[in-house]
Structure formats: C-alpha cells, structure tokens
C-alpha cells in the first residue's frame, strides 16, 4: 500500500506474498505496540520497532524508505473505518459522528499518534499533512454535510456559520480528550455533547431572542 | 524564580543583582526566539539557547538543571496574566475569558510550546505537570467560577454539568486553534463563540423542549 498519497489501507494491497503481509502487519504491530506502552514517538526507531516485531532492520527498510511513511501507514492501520450513519436525524447522525471520535480517544495508540503528530507539524510535515488530509479533513466534511443536510431539513438554525457548528460539536470531546489530566468519556457523552449544544445553555425558562 | 513547585513569574524574584537578571532574561528570550523562528522544541539544544541568547552555556547551567526546568520558566515568561473580569454578566466574563484565549492563540510561542508540552506528556511530565496545574487547571477553575455565578444568577441552565458546560465555551476555540490547518481566529470570534453557544444551535423558532 502507499501512504505517500494518502490512501488508506481499506483500499487493500497488491503485495502478493502471504509471508510478505505478514512480515509488514507485524512491523505495524510493532510500532503499536511500542506506542502502546508509552514510548514517545521520537524514541520509537527502526532498531527498536525491527526488535519489537522480531524482524531484522532490512525487512522494514525494503518496505518503507523513511520512518515517517511507515508512521503514516500505522496511522492508517490504526484508524478506524468512517461509521456509517443512519440518516434518520440530523440529531442521530451527529450521536454517531461524536461516539465514534469517542472510541477513537480511547485507543491509546491514536491518542499516541495524534498527540505527537501535532507537535511534530513542524518537523514531521508528512505525518500531519497525512493526518489532517486523511483523517480530519474527510470527518469535518462528513460533518458539514450533516449539518447541511440538517439545516435544508429545518433541524438547524440557519443564521449559524457551519465551520462553527461543527467545532461546537467536537470541541467539548476532543478538549475533553486531550486536555484534561484523566479525562472522563463514558457510554452516553456523545448523546450529552449533541443535545446540550443543540438545545443550549441559557435556563430553559427564557423566551428564543 | 522556581519553576518546581509551579509559582507563575509575577511573584518576583529575589535573585538580586540586576546583571544576573539580564542575563536570565536573555536566556529565556533567547528560547522564545528560537520557537518563534519554528524550532522544535525537541531540537532546542543548551548550545542553540546560548548562541540565541549571547551568553555562555555555564550561565544557563548555573540557573537550571536540565532543559524542562527552563522551559517551565519559558512558559511562565510567555504566559498573559489571568485576564480581569468585569463581572458585569456571565455573558460578559465568558467573553472577556474566551478573548484572552484567543488572544494567547495567537502567540506562536505559547502555540509552539503547548503543542510540544502536550506530546511531550509522556516523556516530559514536568512540563506538561507545569503547564497543566499552573494554565489550564487555573484558567479552568475560573470559567467554573463565572459559570456558577451565572448560575445562580439565572444566566445558565441548572440542568447541566458544568465542567461539560465550559468545555462548550472552550472547545470550539482550541479546535479551531490546534486542528485546522490555517487557523481563522478574527476578532469577534470570543462573542460570536459564547452567543451561539448559550442560544444553541436548533431553529430559533423551536419550542423550548
């Protein structure tokens, strides 16, 4: 597969061999599960990830030229398919959105990711444009058509920049995820975030300005 | 001044000698120069700060044991005060809060320093320790100050969490700072933030369920 265009690995892979896939699944296990326990992404280097998969140095190095493309393609072996919405509410298909960035804060090895390609824009250029390309751009436009589609069925208000809309959305999970020291996201915060930015904060009580 | 136990610059240094606080101040300018100028943190060497800062790796030394510690005092060097509230709504102290925000957004250093802090949790706790309980824990607690005023007011709802309720108001903004690719971060926007948030996101002429 090549990461170098951005193309995730549900797209399959044309290297023939079983015993070739094998070798390459298990040095994407291996940089996970590095990850996994902790080691900071700039620590994580070919010796230890050829150790860590129990597979000598040349074996990785025949595959990918350079340590970020193979950080790309754990990015995207790691990365959950897009979830399906239902399409019955814009409500329900924002429950949907929102849970499944919950489960995505979840796995350690995307929190690990994600933490460390942010800091690493500067420095590592293709990791995080791979990210932002890959990942974000596609979920905030899987988003703004929801909303879209929202606001056509009068589900929302329509004086609203949709940019925004969307932030109010997945800023409450992703500062919640990232920001606080333990962060707390149990079952049901998706529906929570969804309905309390829809209906709003001021005391129910108050007439609509 | 000591950055171990988390005290913010403001309460002074007794380190007396006015040449000795010339040089300190060189050296932590010297860092936020680098930053500025884009250097990964990671690749911010005692040799680059020295050269950056006109001095001699000995001044640094005799000031700080090792690279976090500065970088703590960097973070308290660059960091605003807490911003003054004007007390006069909650409306009016979440804007004056979410303005400060993105007025510190806009602050490449604090930007490069946060998102190194932030990858660094794992192998830098001191600075994420730092930063955690010396800014974000603080700025917090004060948007949970003004959210309980207001609630009590009657600005807010009483159905709702409230830790839930200040990430609404923050989210959006550290979302937009951290995640888009090209940050628009207008004046207006701290306003434009907590209207949309407190009047919600349903049509406006929805019955208030």
């Known amino acids: 597969m090549s990461s170098?265009?951005?193309r995730p690995p549900s797209y399959g892979s044309t290297r023939g061999r079983p015993r070739s896939e094998a070798v390459e699944q298990a040095i994407l296990e291996g940089v996970m599960q590095l990850l996994e326990d902790g080691v900071p992404l700039a620590d994580v280097s070919i010796e230890r990830i050829a150790r860590s998969a129990g597979v000598g140095k040349a074996a990785i190095y025949r595959r990918w030229s350079d340590k970020e493309d193979l950080f790309v393609d754990v990015m995207?072996?790691?990365e959950p398919a897009e979830p399906e919405l239902p399409g019955t509410s814009m409500r329900d298909d924002l429950v949907v959105l929102l849970e499944s960035m919950r489960q995505r804060s979840l796995v350690s090895v995307l929190s690990a990711i994600l933490h460390n390609a942010h800091a690493q824009m500067r420095s590592s250029p293709k990791l995080w444009a791979a990210y932002h390309s890959g990942v974000i751009t596609?979920?905030?436009d899987l988003g703004l058509k929801v909303?879209?589609?929202g606001r056509t069925n009068g589900e929302l208000r329509t004086d609203v920049d949709l940019e925004l809309a969307v932030?109010?959305?997945v800023g409450p999970l992703l500062t919640r995820a990232f920001i606080?020291?333990?962060p707390d996201l149990p079952d049901g915060l998706?529906?929570?975030?969804v309905?309390?930015?829809l209906h709003g904060l001021r005391p129910v009580s108050s007439a609509s300005a």
Do not use: K, S, Y
């Open 195 to 197: 309905d309390t930015v």
């Open 147 to 149: 909303l879209r589609r």
């Open 138 to 140: 596609p979920r905030r």
């Open 190 to 193: 998706a529906e929570q975030i």
């Open 76 to 78: 995207w072996a790691a």
């Open 167 to 169: 932030e109010m959305f």
């Open 4 to 6: 170098a265009e951005g």
């Open 180 to 182: 606080r020291h333990d």
